[in-house]
């Protein structure tokens, strides 16, 4: 590398830009390299971004501190990727960097030795065979043929249980091999939720006998210290983590595959908002690698990009081991009569009975936390709302985050956490005894299922009222067959593998299709067709019943149908013809502010400003769906363009050339994929 005198330095700090420093006398600090710089009253670490502008005065600049030659520098490729990174999700370039850099204290502690933490020798002779079937040898084929061909995006689509993850796993262990003749080389596996590395995890280390590096929220920060290091010197081979995993510095990445492509928790809402399954597909590009899209129900960009050959499709049709896919039987709830106060019908209440008492295990969905979505007042009709959003408080039995032993009743706001103790009379009228809890939780579902399965193991899993301990305890449980009916939201739906788990029950199966949204029918679609996979996964004869009173809905026909590639298509008819993603784009402008009449002015005057033109088109402002969240007045601006216009640049200029009062922000969402 050139060593440089003058240097550009970015900082991994809400910047947009670097800034000159001198390099100290004697010193060889090239671009990439990992430095320390006074910056205002402090010190920062620092990347060398480049060349420092030699038109400056060297002497109004100042110097660079230390070069920490312990870490290896940032690699060309990475540095492209933060940069493209800031112009397409349109954020400053320094918070892009800080996702790479995530420990303020990395200096000190990275004189410190990581072996206590990390495991990086493998014993290939460990590696155990896989057992594949013919059609999975074959997917593997095509899969590992990809490794060390340069840039490819593959999709892996395979109905639920067929065996997706034991096929990926064999590109894994061709990369493994690849090691004896190149030590650095690694792989990253993305997956949307911690829930869902608990079971791979234990499959990951059943078949290669070492673990992964893990990375997500949860690791301590001297794991994460650890592992950073480990992920930089190219000590890890193979790395599972969350979307934050996408931007670590990998020493050499030869393989990318993001799990369950489709889930909706690879889309980052706050800070830097992006879509971890297209940042993946952009990483593998800059690093010249395959990437790999894993799902049984691809998202609908990913399902046209396939169709229309820019990735290439590697289907598997049937379950592996002989295993069939579950009958669905659909509970018209306009004919099936439910009992006073009961949320679940005697056709699914005898189902459950009976397949408890065969000795299986079962699964009730319903995706609402807590008890019940609403409490009101009968005797004038007052209804709790959060002060602070524009949202009803929940009622909860027991308050998210207790502990087991507590059982305080209470309110939640769902979007801002305020919280408030279970009242006893109505704040309106004063009324006693006149509240009442409106409609069901899963909470209400495990009281509900107690009056009529009182000798049944239950228990509930939804993510406000589980640490990552307590889910990992709840999986094992269930794989250990101590627990006969698991009770949960959508967390419940993916990706875990129960071999005796026979009947499936969704309660309310129309209760994601409400709304406007875009992609409402797609996402339950999705959610549905994932937990009905969860049943007789093996020998077991799998059984789903869905409660619905809309069982004409496209949807719900499309899924006892089982004709995923024509609701597939449908949807893609339905968008093309509303002119909608994939076949256009979209960005999103969301202006806050703790003033409503200044963001109001400021979201208009903003829209008189659009460059308007044949390509793009703006709709609103308007207030948000959401419109006091969490204190702060909400408008939106939703830009569409054309598939060939350059959005960033349009809407970055757009948004950056306007005045706005300091109390007001305007966050951009390029491809949004929510519209609260």
């Known amino acids: ?6 240097i550009e330095v970015l900082v991994p700090t809400a910047i947009n830009q670097g800034f000159d420093y001198l390099a100290p006398a004697g010193s060889t600090m090239s671009a990439g390299d990992i430095i320390t710089v006074p910056f205002g009253k402090k010190e920062l670490l620092g990347v060398v971004w480049g060349q420092g502008n030699a038109q400056i005065d060297a002497g109004k600049m100042k110097e660079a501190r230390e070069h920490l030659s312990q870490f290896p520098p940032l690699s060309e490729q990475l540095r492209k990727f933060v940069d493209w990174t800031s112009w397409y999700a349109c954020a400053p370039k320094g918070a892009i960097l800080k996702m790479v850099l995530p420990m303020p204290d990395i200096a000190k502690e990275g004189r410190k030795s990581t072996s206590a933490f990390i495991e990086t020798d493998i014993d290939l002779s460990k590696i155990h065979l896989a057992n594949l079937s013919g059609i999975q040898k074959e997917a593997a084929d095509r899969l590992t043929d990809s490794i060390g061909g340069g840039f490819s995006v593959s999709l892996l689509d395979g109905v639920t249980g067929s065996g997706k993850t034991e096929v990926y796993f064999e590109a894994i262990a061709k990369v493994l091999t690849q090691r004896q003749s190149d030590p650095t080389l690694q792989c990253l596996i993305l997956l949307p939720e911690i829930a869902l590395s608990i079971q791979w995890l234990e499959r990951f280390e059943k078949r290669f006998s070492f673990k992964p590096v893990v990375w997500n929220s949860e690791i301590t920060p001297a794991r994460k210290r ?13 790395v599972v983590g969350a979307r934050s995993a996408l931007f670590l510095p990998y020493k050499n990445l030869a393989l990318l595959i993001a799990d369950e492509e489709h889930d909706g928790s690879y889309k980052q809402e706050e800070g830097v908002i992006y879509h971890a399954r297209d940042f993946a597909v952009a990483r593998a ?4 690698i395959p990437a790999v899209l894993v799902s049984a129900t691809p998202s609908l960009e990913t399902y046209a990009n396939a169709k229309d050959g820019k990735y290439r499709e590697i289907t598997l049709s049937a379950r ?4 069939v896919m579950p009958d669905i039987t659909l509970l018209d709830m306009r004919k099936v009569e439910l009992e006073r106060g009961a949320f679940i019908s005697r056709p699914l209440r005898d189902e459950l009975a009976a397949s408890i008492a065969d000795g299986h295990q079962c699964m009730l969905f319903l995706n609402r936390r807590g008890y019940a979505p609403l409490l009101l007042c009968r005797a004038c009709g007052h209804r709790f709302q959060c002060p602070d959003c524009s949202a009803w ?3 909860h039995k027991r308050a998210p985050r207790a502990s087991k032993h507590e059982a305080v009743s209470c309110l939640e706001c769902h979007h801002c956490n305020y919280r408030i103790p279970e009242p006893k009379q109505c704040p309106a009228c004063q009324a006693e005894d006149k509240l009442a809890a409106c409609g069901p939780g899963v909470e209400r579902l495990k009281e509900e299922v107690a009056e009529f399965l009182p000798q049944a193991r239950v228990a509930v899993m939804a993510s406000d009222s589980m640490a990552p301990g307590e889910v990992a305890e709840t999986i094992t449980a269930m794989t250990d067959k101590k627990i006969d009916l698991l009770i949960g939201t959508q967390m419940i739906a993916k990706g875990h593998h129960f071999a005796n788990l026979a009947v499936v029950g969704v309660v309310d199966a129309d209760l994601g299709l409400a709304g406007g949204d875009l992609r409402a029918a797609e996402r339950t679609y999705q959610m549905l067709h994932q937990l009905s996979g969860r049943a007789g996964r093996e020998q077991i004869r799998g059984r789903v019943y869905m ?21 597939m298509a449908a949807e893609l008819k339905a968008r093309k013809n509303a002119h909608m ?5 979209l960005a999103a402008i969301i202006v806050e502010g703790e003033k409503e009449d200044q963001v109001m ?4 005057k903003l829209a008189s400003s659009f460059p308007a033109s044949k390509s793009t088109h703006l709709y609103g402002p308007a207030p948000a769906p959401l419109f006091l969240l969490r204190g702060k007045f909400r408008f939106r601006l939703l830009v569409k363009a054309e598939r060939d216009v350059n959005l960033p640049n349009i809407v970055r200029h757009w948004v950056e050339t306007q005045e706005a009062p300091s109390t007001v922000r305007i966050k951009i969402d390029i491809d949004p994929q929510s519209f609260l």
Not at 320 to 323: F, G, L, S
Not at 581 to 585: E, G, K, L, V
Not at 601 to 604: E, F, G, M
């Open 1 to 6: 590398m050139t060593a440089l005198k003058q």
């Open 226 to 238: 650890a592992s950073w290091q480990a992920i930089a010197k190219g000590d890890a081979p193979v």
């Open 285 to 288: 590009r800059f690093e010249n």
């Open 320 to 323: 592996h081991n002989d295993a």
């Open 393 to 395: 408080m929940v009622v």
């Open 547 to 567: 409660q619905s009173f809309l069982p004409e809905h496209p949807v719900i026909k499309a899924l006892v149908s089982g004709e995923r590639n024509a609701f």
């Open 581 to 585: 993603p994939p076949f256009t784009r």
């Open 601 to 604: 002015n400021t979201a208009r």
